[in-house]
T-cell receptor, first 112, second 115 residues
Framework: DSGVTQTPKHLITATGQRVTLRCSPR?????VYWYQQSLDQGLQFLIQ???????AKGNILERFSAQQFPDLHSELNLSSLELGDSALYFC???????????FGDGTRLSIL | AQKVTQAQTEISVVEKEDVTLDCVYE???????LFWYKQPPSGELVFLIR??????QNEISGRYSWNFQKSTSSFNFTITASQVVDSAVYFC????????????FGTGTRLQVFP
């Protein structure tokens, strides 16, 4: 158990819809990262937050947004969903810069 | 630009064989960090090891060992006496010192260990 909790584990929805993925980091970790794993793109960094502030953005679509709340949990919002958004979305947290990132079990998103 | 290459897409071995997973990285930074993660069939990503660019000592942890060579920009992972439970996809990753320590992953190597 990594200590990082992601909900839900599975999500099935239709094109055009909006979903919210939730992540609770390990106790004490201030950094939260979101990654997308798909068959064609592999594991790709989306966005990073540190103590409530956005720190870095990767290949994140404009239809996607995220935030980190004062209690340090984070949410990833995906809107106007397309078939190509079907993927496994991971959240990770770490205790400091360049420390190991510990990953949640992921949310598997299926767009029908 | 930063890049991680895992040229071996899939490796199959029989139990008790030794197996080495290759990882080659590219970075312009002098300070960087290298990682290995394991993704078993259940899907989670499990952290295995972290190495910084100033520490070229090889590391051994049980049946696992890692060989870091800056001269060839490689960070290879060897499993000794492989077991069926080692079957998984293994990812090598790179992060650089700086404002963001995002992980740049290789494409992964699928290891299948047969009994």
């Amino acid at each position: 158990d990594s200590g990082v909790t992601q909900t839900p584990k599975h999500l099935i929805t239709a094109t055009g819809q909006r979903v919210t993925l939730r992540c609770s980091p390990r106790s004490g970790d201030l950094s939260v990262y979101w990654y997308q794993q798909s068959l064609d793109q592999g594991l790709q960094f989306l966005i990073q937050y540190y103590n409530g502030e956005e720190r870095a953005k990767g290949n994140i679509l404009e239809r996607f947004s995220a935030q980190q709340f004062p209690d340090l949990h984070s949410e990833l919002n995906l809107s106007s969903l397309e078939l190509g958004d079907s993927a496994l979305y991971f959240c990770a947290s770490s205790s400091g810069t360049n420390q190991p990132q510990h990953f949640g079990d992921g949310t598997r998103l299926s767009i029908l | 630009a930063q890049k991680v290459t895992q040229a071996q897409t899939e490796i199959s071995v029989v139990e008790k064989e030794d197996v080495t997973l290759d990882c080659v990285y590219e970075t312009r930074d002098t300070t960087y960090y290298l990682f290995w993660y394991k993704q078993p069939p259940s899907g989670e990503l499990v952290f295995l090891i972290r190495r910084n660019s100033f520490d070229e000592q090889n590391e051994i942890s049980g049946r696992y060992s890692w060989n870091f060579q800056k001269s060839t920009s490689s960070f290879n992972f060897t499993i000794t006496a492989s077991q069926v439970v080692d079957s998984a996809v293994y990812f090598c990753a790179l992060s650089e010192a700086g404002n963001t320590d995002k992980l740049i992953f290789g494409t992964g190597t699928r290891l299948q260990v047969f009994p």
